[in-house]
């Protein structure tokens, strides 16, 4: 059975009772110091502290190596291993779908890549300014008036299907938490990029 993130504040903080709404880390709360989130095994997280908790079991061995890439997105470990010419290179944590937005498993391919990808989906409405008027939205959502619908930035993604499942840098609370794309550590996401061109098989798996 698959964890929800669920989120704390400080004692001293009026609790939020609000649920991530998108696919990557456009939530204000994900960068407030003083918001706290309970991950696996009910330990409660800092989110100043989540970029060196996911980098904690990643790592990248692949640079001068050479070979046909491919990569393996293992769903119950919340990893995605990166191979070259089937020698392992690299694992970086990951943040896949949560329940009811399941990660489909199955084989695909690299179909496209956007280093600067916005959410046709999920987002924001916001006024002329680009102010945020309404956060966390889905675009079928009523827009106030005189608003306009802003996509979630995603960047450096890589769609897996037509139906929008890609990786791309974004939040990691340790669980499964996003709308079915893989959400990867900015410093590993880059490095995949990098060295996965168009084509790159990938493997999900449960």
């Given at each position: ?22 696919c ?10 003083s918001?706290?989130?309970l991950g696996?095994?009910?330990t409660?997280?800092d ?9 904690k079991?990643s ?30 290179v690299?694992?970086s944590?990951i943040s896949?779908g ?9 084989s695909y391919?690299?179909?496209q ?9 999920y ?9 945020v008027?309404q956060?966390n ?7 106030p ?5 802003a ?13 929008g499942?890609g ?12 709308h079915?794309c ?7 996401v880059?490095?995949?990029?990098e060295?996965a ?5 990938v493997?999900?798996?449960?």
């Open positions: 059975m698959k964890l929800s993130a669920r989120y704390l504040l400080l004692p001293s903080v009026a609790t939020l009772a609000l649920v991530l709404g998108a990557a880390s456009h939530d204000s709360r994900l960068t407030n110091r918001v706290q989130y696996t095994g009910n409660v997280i989110p100043a502290t989540k970029e060196n908790l996911a980098l079991k790592y990248w061995d692949g640079s001068g190596i050479s070979g046909s890439p491919s990569m393996v997105i293992n769903l119950s470990k919340q990893t995605i291993s990166f191979y070259k010419s089937r020698k392992l690299g694992v944590a896949s949560r329940e009811g937005y399941d990660t489909p498993a199955g391919k690299i179909i890549k956007n280093l600067h990808h916005a959410s046709n989906l987002g924001d409405f916001v006024d002329p300014e680009g102010n008027v956060a939205v889905s675009a079928k959502d009523p827009r008036p005189g608003t306009s619908f996509g979630a930035p995603m960047p450096y993604f890589m769609r897996l299907t037509n139906s499942v990786m791309h840098q974004g939040f990691l609370p340790g669980v499964a938490d996003s079915g893989i959400r990867m550590p900015e410093k590993l880059k490095i995949y990029w060295n061109p168009l084509g790159t098989p493997r999900v798996i449960n």
